[in-house]
């Protein structure tokens, strides 16, 4: 199949909605990633999505929306905390777990009884939605296991030969994947972090919002989990990642007392000369999100320069930063060296 990049304009929308209606897949820019798109409601047409990425068939894929009208089918009903989370933060980086509704094909929810949704912001994503008139399910638009990609080349990477349409909408806003909530109980609970944060969401609802445990902590073979997304390897580039806990002197003299041929450091703005090993920056220390927004493309990055090794610098997992340590720590398959 050739696989045809196009900027979004008028012809190319057109195209990705023909394609979205007859039962094709197309990547579309979201503000967090890029996303795989297809018909949630078509089994058929999901079972291509799972095909295109080598995704496993029990990971549930995110529904996406462009009005609340169209969560009709999507949901069996909404629940008054998702009312609330989406008044305040939709359209935007929030996927919310609610009861399945109907109309949303087996295939897209893994067979759970539960579906998750969201309203992206990007304008692209919501003209395509709403032209289309189609709720599409859509994963990060990268093969099963590599970092999600945030830019139409890191797709094409990943997807040439396997889609027919990539719709380039510039570099992503966020950089990482929606926050992941789930309100099917009566204390909410994050099963991803992202951009909109606990505190955030407790603001809103006037309760306590929880962390589920494996965001931070890896998730022990046959263990029941909440998002079968957690049990998975993700983000990882080729090379092997060590995430490295302490501060920059310990860091490099760490670095340099194990280097070897092949050994790169992801370090923070303004160390990269410091070392004596090359290295690549992703923002700055004290930025979560400026490192949310380069942490994908960064770990691309060192597979274009051929890393083998790769010792990276800790983000610090408050706030915002809890989405960027939750990626590393799952990137370096939870090998943490603790100086
Ligand atoms: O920002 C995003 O959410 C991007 C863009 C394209 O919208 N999409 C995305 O999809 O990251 P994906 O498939 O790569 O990640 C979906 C995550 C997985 O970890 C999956 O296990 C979880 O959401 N998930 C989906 N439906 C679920 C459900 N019903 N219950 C629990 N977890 C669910
Ligand atoms: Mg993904």
């Known amino acids: 199949m050739k696989t ?126 709403m032209k289309s008139g189609i709720a599409f399910a859509a994963p990060s638009a990268n093969l099963s296991g590599k970092p999600s990609p945030t830019n139409a080349a890191d797709v094409f990477a990943d997807m040439n ?37 606990k505190e955030m969401m407790q603001n809103v609802l006037g309760k306590e919002v929880k962390i589920a445990k494996a965001i931070t902590e890896e998730v022990k073979k046959d263990e029941k989990v909440l998002s079968p997304g957690m049990k998975y390897k993700h983000y990882s580039p080729n090379a092997q990642v060590i995430l490295v806990k302490g501060d920059f002197d310990r860091f490099k003299s760490y670095v340099a007392l194990n280097k070897s041929k092949g050994t790169w450091a992801l370090v923070f703005d303004g160390e990269q000369d410091k070392l004596n090993v090359p290295a690549i920056a992703y923002g700055c220390e004290d930025n979560p999100k400026e490192q949310a927004h380069q942490i994908f493309s960064k770990l691309r990055e060192l597979d274009k320069v051929n890393a083998k090794v790769v010792y990276a610098r800790c983000p610090s997992a408050d706030g915002v930063g809890l989405a960027v340590y939750n990626r590393m720590i799952r990137s370096a398959g939870f090998n943490v060296v603790e100086l």
């Open 161 to 197: 030969g396997r889609i027919p349409l990539i719709i380039d909408g510039g570099e992503s806003d966020a950089g990482v994947e929606s926050t992941v909530v789930s309100v099917l109980s009566d204390t909410p609970i994050i099963l991803r972090p992202g951009i909109i944060t």
């Open 4 to 129: 045809e990049l196009k900027k979004p304009n008028k012809n190319s929308i057109e195209q990705a909605c023909t394609l979205l209606k007859s039962g094709e897949i197309v990547c579309v820019p979201t503000e967090t990633v890029y996303g795989l798109a297809g018909d949630a409601t078509k089994g058929e047409v999901v079972k291509k999505i799972f095909m295109a990425k080598g995704r496993p068939g029990d990971n549930p894929l995110i529904v996406h929306i462009g009005a609340m009208e169209m969560l009709d089918g999507i949901v069996k009903y909404v629940p008054e905390d998702a009312k609330k989370l989406a008044n305040a933060f939709w359209p935007g980086p929030l996927t919310i777990i609610m009861p399945k509704g109907d109309r949303v094909a087996a295939e897209t929810c893994a067979g759970l009884d539960s579906v998750g949704v969201r309203m992206p912001s990007h304008p692209v994503a919501r003209e395509i939605i």
